[in-house]
């Protein structure tokens, strides 16, 4: 497989405080990679280091030029960033996916237009291209902010903590959405719920200021034990689940 | 015969004053109230006052005083809400009294002749030069095309500037220039209506506005037509009942957002019960 972009030995910081240490992590295309990890273990650090909204303080963050670049990540933030009561329409959010591309003195031409209108559609959003935010249910509002990541057709997709702000009756819509925007570029989601993780991802990055990567044909029998703390699954009846492999 | 061309260059000037403070205005108000910056202008506009206490004092044009101040004191909010080690209201709060106190000592300390203090605070027609004028004109210019221009860029800054980061490195900057400018439109707009009234004419034509559009653009276009007809008629009423023209152009404009206020209720009223008898419909067919 061919890989999208290759971290070697990447440290990461905020002031003195090491949050990522010696991260050495690739992505191959059509990869969808489920970051898993305590609060405070440097997953969305990992998503700023790819995004580049942060630098690294050692180590190589290289992207396969041929591939991709930074204009063909899409971006799906945690939902508190945008002010779900300003006057912007659902039509005008998706566009903004265009502008790392568009540059900042845009104009959307009816093209761009079109493709938004597509999206809207795609992501069953079909009459509200005019509604504000503050109309929508969180769900709804989801899909908007993953209309905004996609719109430009990226490469990669990152999405933090997407369990966050969904009704659990769009859950299984969303990630069916995913399973199907996956077959044409990787995804890499964040996400603190092990638990309730979607069966569409193909592989686990452990994220805890280290990084062990999990391909997925590694299912063993193994226990589940994680950042030196057993975890016991506890479920009723017959549920699918996945163990990982002791981090050496 | 003198009477009436000094009569003709008075509405003319009123005229004049009314559209380009509702441009400036109707810009600046509506980026201020969707980001909810009211508070921000408020200590802006006050803190621009020392300004023009210092202006006087040392013999300048008070305006360039006040606009000195009012740049400075936005760039230094925005500054330390950047940096986020200070709270952002009670900074705000501090610089809105401090600017009121440098202004009035040194207005006081300034020897011979005393400003007007009433018509800083609560604007006059008649203090309002043709430079004035002029360079609220030039401002109006200004806006139209920094905001044309730049339409997307700013509207989406504002609504989400975690996501604008991730594909722009100007956000700071473009912060900085659109604070700045509204300063600016604040400062100019002080002589028309007055240190203490001028947030008004930035805050209530957006909400007029925001009750009949939820499109940026539009929300701009209503706000200066209600601005302007705010404007308008309170610079008229003031003229011939003879009472401060900041004060009359602040009580029209509410006057315009309570009768908005009520036609928009009514119009939801009648589409709310239109749906209902729609939806009662649904089980008699079925």
Known sequence: ?248 | MEANIFQYEFIIKGLLGAIFASITAGLAGTYVVSKRMVFLSGGITHASFGGIGIGYFIGINPVIGAAVFGIMSALGVEYLSVRQKIREDSAIGILWAFGMAIGIIFIYLTPGYTPNLMSYLFGSILTVSNADIIALGIMSVILIFYFGIFYRAILYISFDEVFARTYSSYVDIFKYITTSLIALTIVLNIRMAGVVLVISLLTIPPNIAMLFTKVYFKIVLWSILAGFIGTASGYAISYFAGIPVGATIIFTLVIIWVIAKVISQLTKKISVSGKGELEMDKPLKS
Request: glycine share 8%; with cysteine.
């Open chain 1, 1 to 248: 497989m061919v890989s999208l972009f290759e971290m070697s030995s990447l440290s990461a910081s905020y002031g003195t405080s090491m949050v990522l240490q010696d991260i050495n992590f690739r992505v191959v295309e059509k990869d969808f990679i489920g970051v898993i990890g305590p609060n405070g273990g440097g997953k969305t650090t990992l998503l700023r280091l790819i995004l580049g909204l942060l630098k690294p303080v050692s180590g190589n963050l290289t992207f396969n030029s041929e591939l991709i670049n930074r204009n063909r990540i899409g971006y799906l933030p945690q939902i508190s960033t945008g002010d779900i009561n300003y006057p912007v329409t659902v039509a005008d959010i998706i566009l903004s996916g265009l502008m790392i591309r568009k540059g900042i003195i845009s104009r959307m031409s009816s093209a761009d237009k079109s493709k938004a209108a597509m999206v809207i559609d795609e992501l069953g959003l079909s009459g509200m291209a005019g509604s504000t935010l503050n109309e929508l249910s969180g769900g709804q509002i989801q899909r908007v902010f993953l209309g905004r990541a996609i719109i430009g057709e990226p490469k990669l997709l990152l999405l933090d903590e997407p369990g966050n702000f969904v009704d659990s009756t769009f859950e299984n819509d969303f990630y069916e959405k995913l399973r199907e925007l996956n077959k044409r570029m990787a995804i890499l989601m964040v996400s603190h719920d092990v638990g309730t993780i979607s069966s569409h991802i193909k592989s686990f990055a452990c994220v805890n200021r280290s990084l062990h990567y999990h391909p997925s044909n590694e299912i063993t029998n193994e226990d589940l034990l994680s950042y030196n703390c057993p975890i016991q699954v506890i479920t009723h009846g017959e549920i699918p689940h996945t163990v990982l492999k002791y981090h050496k």
